[in-house]
């Protein structure tokens, strides 16, 4: 019996990989990427970048630096918003500047309820930015950790302006160090492909939508017209929350960085379990049914294989193992692109399953996070995901009384 449930679980699994293959947008290549020639316009719109920064004195030097440092053409400037940072944040920004007068940086204001505190320093960003330079046509929304490459804003802005895109994101390329980054931070830039797949949402005439918050380019008017800041402010998601409220009204495009890259370190596994678990309940809608279904799509697609593989080589039950075998390689061959992209061999693409099991754990985790109350923990804060229909309205109700940035 268990033998026949093996073989029909293998047999479904491959079937599931060629699925994703051929019919999942070709998500798996990783080919979304900004073009290496940057573009030559008559008029390059002025650009504000603005830095939400918590506690963030490691890596905000080097941000602000690979900013001011950028060979964009048009007018620019930098501000970074203080988030109640105990660090000495702001100073280090400061000194990293050097008296650059393109660099402000102003202190964030208390968190007022119904707000994720990134998104409330973001909102005060935006609304300084646009008061001190009001002709600002385009917002670089980033984060602290993130090094730009010399040519990034005149690349993002150029891929903004040539297909008249309101929205232009990075994926940017995350640390891979430490033994536990270089496991699981290549299948986590995977599986995110999955669940968004670029082309699709590259493409005006589907729905899909997603963007990556760390490098996140936006055209004021879109922003503006699409409720600003103000109307995500207790989206956990934010990213792609904006990136669906843009679309609605105009074209985004989402790629993966190469030479823009996060400092953000997660040596140990309690670090990178953290990260995945304060979302990745919310990702699923908070709803169980969700839950169930990912857990045994995960289970079908990555634990499946491997098992059928070494039980059937083990008892000599090659029937069982070809299904097994066939789809462990369809994932292997699927994996690949990232895995490269990150340095890994397509031997180490072998070892997917594996951190296949800890995001599955990470987000039943998640989910009971969630149940206890604690979910949505970061930088020492909390965000209460009450349901009632009045946390609803105080989250998505009238915002005329405010700006819509």
Not at 16 to 24: A, I, P
Not at 274 to 300: D, E, F, K
Not at 368 to 383: D, E, V
Request: hydrophobic residues 45%; charged residues 20%; positive net charge.
């Amino acid at each position: 019996m268990l033998d026949t449930m093996l073989l029909v679980a293998g047999i479904a699994s491959a079937i599931g990989w060629l699925h994703l293959l051929t019919r999942r947008g070709g998500f798996w290549r990783a080919d979304q990427r900004l073009p290496k020639a940057p573009a030559t316009l008559g008029h390059w719109p002025p650009v504000a970048v603005v830095i939400p920064a918590r506690d963030e004195a490691d890596g905000i030097g080097l941000a602000v630096n690979s900013l001011l440092a950028q060979d964009y053409p048009g007018e620019f400037n930098v501000i970074v918003v203080d988030d109640g940072s105990t660090d000495g944040t702001a100073a280090v920004a400061e000194r990293a500047a050097g008296g650059d007068r393109r660099l402000t940086v102003i202190a964030g204001s208390a968190l007022p309820s119904g707000w994720t505190g990134k998104l409330w320093a973001v909102h005060n960003g935006v609304r300084e930015a646009l008061r001190r330079w009001p002709a600002t046509e385009f917002l670089l929304l980033t984060d602290a950790d993130i090094v730009h490459s010399a040519d990034n804003l005149r690349r993002l802005v150029g891929k903004a302006e040539t297909e008249d895109r309101d929205l232009v994101s990075l994926m940017v390329r995350l640390r891979c160090r430490d033994f536990w980054e270089r496991m699981l931070i290549p299948p986590f830039v995977f599986f995110f492909q999955k669940l968004y797949p670029f082309p699709w949402v590259n493409d005006p005439g589907r729905p899909e939508a997603a963007a990556a918050g760390g490098c996140l380019l936006v055209r004021t008017e879109a922003l503006v017209a699409a409720g600003g800041v103000a109307a995500i402010r207790g989206r956990l998601i934010d990213d792609c929350a904006l990136a669906g409220r843009i679309k609605r009204r105009g074209s985004i495009w989402l790629g993966l960085g190469e030479d823009t890259v996060s400092l953000r370190a997660y040596p140990t596994l309690r670090e990178l379990w953290a990260m995945v678990a304060r979302t990745a309940y919310t990702q699923l809608g908070h709803s169980p049914r969700n839950l169930l279904a990912t857990v045994v799509g995960m289970i079908l697609l990555y634990t499946v294989p491997p098992v059928a593989v070494v039980t059937g080589l083990y008892s000599a039950d090659l029937p069982r193992a070809v299904p097994g075998a066939l789809a462990w390689g369809m994932m292997m061959l699927s994996f690949a692109p990232t895995g490269m992209l990150y340095g890994r061999a397509l031997a180490g693409c072998a070892a997917l399953p594996l951190a296949a099991i800890l995001y599955v754990a990470m987000t039943v985790d998640s989910a009971r996070l969630y149940r206890l109350g604690r979910g949505g923990l970061w930088k020492g804060r909390h965000f209460d995901h009450r349901p009632q229909p009045e946390r609803q309205r105080e989250l998505c109700g009238d915002l005329g009384s405010e700006p819509p940035w």
